[in-house]
């Protein structure tokens, strides 16, 4: 067994080490300067209550973007250095971030080990290679992020940091062969376990999902797929399952293989980054002659994120997760016994909520990021949530998951299905959300994002607009010299969140203008990008008359948008006359 040595580094502060809305991420030439990496890691391991590190099994891996190796081989060496029992990685140091949540929950090692907590190196769905953006964070032992109180000490711990531990004479470990290494150091044994990057999910899909029900969807003729994982981590479990396990065609995938830099693309399933997806779908400009698929899914470069498609047809997220928990019981083994609440944040539109109403679920409202949903899933109050940045996802794990909802979506169609796969019309994606709206009525919906602005410029806006909810009839004169046609505002706050199990208070977490007909103007600003700030505006209506409900959503949110746009005053204070991405 070879032997290392642990040794005692000096280091100083480095600024900008605060974790945002999921983790750190930063440009990796930031990454790799002189002990950025290993600051951020001994302030996390000193954030930690010691029997979470001395004598502990930690998970590390990521979505394979560039830079992941390296700092793989940096944090195997400073968990020895400081006490860790063992390291578990995905073989080539691939793990979905849902893997990693479902690695730590459920898998058991040779003796019995279970993780306690895990660093899932990503960006998720932000561009990777050399001049692009690397990331990381830290994850607890119910498999989901760390909660604010210890992202908040990891920040903490950054600003006074002085030293760091790291076994420099580990020799590094070959991270793409299955098996365990086994080393010595004073403190005793320390093993790395390089593990199958899909087993333990797929075995945690199997459990949750009728996988013969979904084969004969995907063998009958009358259907067609395709997956989409832009080159992200995605791809490894959607060979597994989709093919494997499934029995789609190999022709059904598309950017399946991880890349490092994602191909050069920007690994974030959208109608503006997924194009090629988009394009076989028959959503993009240049139609093909091609007869587009039945189904059609993308996921982002972690896999967490996930965008389904119908034939020419797009589902928003919001209708998603909605749509999900309305068919769950009947479509998914796993819900059989009942869902035991739903839940979506902030910004998500209210689609869910009228689902919840109707089913009389226990229903929460939570800000932006997976984090707040887990407190609620630990204590039993929640089933299914979702965000409207295309996450959705279960109390299976504590991360929101891509390739969960595809087959959440494969599972309703084939139940929807089940009886006329030999004969009849297939009901299609398009049928069950038009179905859905007929029942509980539509939210139209849509987010404008302004990607990297001048940060200045958007901290103004921000000011701006929480310094004129002060006066309802004064905001209520603005928007009525914009268009006299849309409804009153009645509310006007900051959003701000009370635990309902730990009572924690999070403030700040988005600028909110209600009005009287159910319409909301939502504000954030971004808490994962890399470089200046982006600001998202989230636009939504909601209209239960059945001859109203057909409508394009851009025609419909016309006003609306035009009201968010000049009241926020977003082009004289950030010069920009349209938004970077439209979802
Ligand atoms: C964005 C999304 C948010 C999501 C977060 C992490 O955050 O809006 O809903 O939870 O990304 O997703 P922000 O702060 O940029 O709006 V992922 O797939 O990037 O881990
Ligand atoms: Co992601």
Known sequence: MVMFKVSRKATSPIDGQKPGTSGLRKK???????????????????????????????????????????????????????????????????LSTPAVSAVIRERVGADGSKASGSFILTASHNPG?????????YNMENGGPAPEGITDR???????IKEYFIAEDLPDVDISIIGVTNFSGHEGQFDVDVFDSTNDYVKLMKSIFDFESIQNLLASPKFSFCYDALHGVAGIYAKRIFIQELGARESSLLNC???????????????????????????????????PPEFGAAADGDADRNMVLGKRFFVTPSDSVAIIAAN??????????????????????????VVATNLKLKFFEVPTGWKFFGNLMDAGLCSVCGEESF?????????????????????????KNKDNLNGGKLVTVEDIVRQHWATYGRHYYTRYDYENV?????????????????????VNKIIKGIRSDVSTVVQADEFEYKDPVDGSISKHQGIRYLFEDGSRLVFR??????????????????????????????????????????LSKMQEFTGRSAPTVIT
């Open 28 to 94: 990796v030439t930031v990454f790799k300067q002189p002990n950025y990496l290993h600051n951020f890691v001994q302030s996390t391991f000193n954030a930690l209550t010691l029997e979470k590190v001395k004598g502990a099994t930690l998970v590390v891996s990521g979505d394979g973007r560039y830079f992941s190796k390296d700092a793989i081989q940096i944090i195997i060496k400073m968990a020895a250095a400081n006490g860790v029992r063992r390291v578990w990685v995905g073989q080539n140091g691939l």
């Open 391 to 415: 996450g959705t996802g279960s109390d299976h794990i504590r991360e929101k998951d891509g390739i969960w909802a595809v087959l959440a979506w494969l599972s309703i169609l084939a139940l």
């Open 525 to 566: 600003l971004s808490g994962t990008g890399s470089e200046g700030a982006t600001i998202r505006v989230y636009i939504e209506q909601y209209e239960n008359d059945s001859s109203k409900i057909g409508k394009d959503s851009q025609e419909a949110l016309a006003p609306l948008v035009e009201v968010a746009l000049k």
């Open 257 to 291: 293989t991880p890349k490092e830099d994602f191909g050069g693309g920007h690994p974030d399933p959208n109608l503006t980054y997924a194009k090629e997806l988009v394009a076989r779908m028959g959503l993009g400009k240049a139609n093909s002659q091609e007869e």
């Open 154 to 160: 990891i920040y903490d711990n950054t600003k006074t």
């Open 454 to 474: 001048d940060a200045g410029a958007a901290k103004e806006l921000m000011t701006y607009l929480v310094k004129l909810q002060s006066s309802l009839p004064d």
């Open 328 to 353: 769950a019981v009947q479509a998914i083994p796993y819900f059989t016994s009942g869902l035991k609440g739903v839940a979506r944040s902030m910004p998500t539109s209210a689609a869910l909520d």
């Open 129 to 137: 290679g050399p001049h692009e953006d690397f990331g990381i964070k």
